[in-house]
């Protein structure tokens, strides 16, 4: 299977900068499987495709504010992306430009959002006047002296994906969560969930669909491009997740129920295929791509991905690579929004 089947073109004008003030006024295209048919809606319009005992899951990892930008004791600016703690206070890191040297140090001052900066002025002023020092101990790796790894991600901001061409700013730190966000860990946002309101989510459990909410963490494997041609070659970065007692009993009975599974997200798919072979709780490298056979997702809510990403692979797995691709090109001439800002496809 070859990297250049998973492919097409998309006007950058169409790539999503900003996210829609009204979460679920994206618009939403609607892939049957079964008919082949495309439909289009607004996202609040998925209401109209539950019923009564399906199952919702959701992602409910948390964004880190784990883009910090600093200065260079030599002069110029630095950028660091935080990939995972690691111990003490040391970090696997992006580390720009690329040419800051082994044992170089950076200072960093808050540079978050207003609302971050006055809560945290206090915890930052007396500690080494107010800045923190990182200092660069092996490739990609950054060690900080600071009072504690809450004071690091006290300066970041959101990391935006770089497809995003402009700095983060205080909206994103609301837009770039989704509204039931409640487990720290992620460098990215599981993007379908960020159409949901917390309205929609009550109106959805009043027509009887039952929700869990299950955690997959998200790391730098989500914009690890695929390099090698064939596609079979390519390793996925383990990613932690887990399935907690309550979720568990959830699709437990839904599937006693032959109830439909609804996954919001590659993340969500990932976690609950992961799940059907027996693991609760730990890491998953699982690359779904297509011939995978699906174990307990019957119906996928994702956005538009990028071509020849994991993530892409996944959607023509689910629904198939004509299907996935016809769909895309719909939604391109029809304008749609695309990537983690933009709108939304479900697949039934």
Do not use: W
């Not at 690691?86 to 540079?111: C, H, N, Q, W």
């Not at 993530?311 to 719909?330: D, T």
């Amino acid at each position: 299977m070859k990297l250049s089947d998973f492919d097409y073109t998309l006007p950058k004008e169409l790539i999503a900068q900003y996210p829609l003030k009204e979460r679920d006024t994206a618009r939403l295209l609607v892939l049957d499987r079964k008919n082949s048919t495309i439909e289009h809606y607004l996202f609040k319009n998925i209401i109209d495709y539950f019923q009564p005992a399906d199952l919702l899951v959701l992602n409910n990892t948390e964004v880190l504010p784990s883009r910090l930008i600093g200065s260079r004791v030599t002069g110029g600016k630095a950028e660091l992306l935080l990939l995972k703690a690691k111990s003490g206070l040391t970090f696997d890191a992006l580390i720009k430009p690329s040419r800051v040297k082994l044992k170089e140090r950076i200072i960093f001052t808050p540079l978050a959002t207003r609302d971050r900066q006055k809560k945290n002025k206090m915890s930052l002023t007396g500690f080494n006047g107010g800045k923190i020092y990182g200092e660069v101990t092996a490739k990609n790796e950054i060690t900080f002296k600071a009072l504690d790894k809450e004071t690091i991600y006290n300066l970041g901001v959101m990391p935006l994906p770089p497809y995003i061409k402009r700095d983060s700013e205080d909206l994103d730190s609301v837009y770039y969560q989704t509204v039931y966000a409640q487990e720290l860990g992620s460098i990215a946002s599981p993007t379908a969930g960020l159409h949901f309101t917390e309205e929609l989510i009550a109106e959805i459990k009043s027509r009887g669909v039952n929700i869990a909410y299950i955690t997959l963490h998200i790391s730098y494997s989500t914009f690890k491009p695929v390099k090698s041609e064939d596609i079979t070659e390519h390793k996925m970065e383990k990613e932690y997740f887990q399935v907690r007692e309550e979720a568990e009993n959830s699709i437990n009975q839904a599937r006693l129920k032959k109830a439909r599974i609804f996954a919001v997200g590659t993340t969500a798919c990932r976690a609950l295929e992961t799940y059907a072979s027996g693991l609760k709780e730990g890491y998953t490298d699982l690359f779904i791509y297509p011939g995978y056979k699906f174990k307990m997702t019957d119906c996928l809510l994702t956005n538009f991905h990028l071509p020849r990403t994991t993530l892409f692979m996944l959607a023509c797995a689910f629904a198939g690579e004509k299907l996935i691709k016809k769909a895309y090109q719909e939604a391109i001439d029809r304008k749609y929004r695309f990537y983690s800002y933009g709108d939304a496809m479900l697949i039934v």
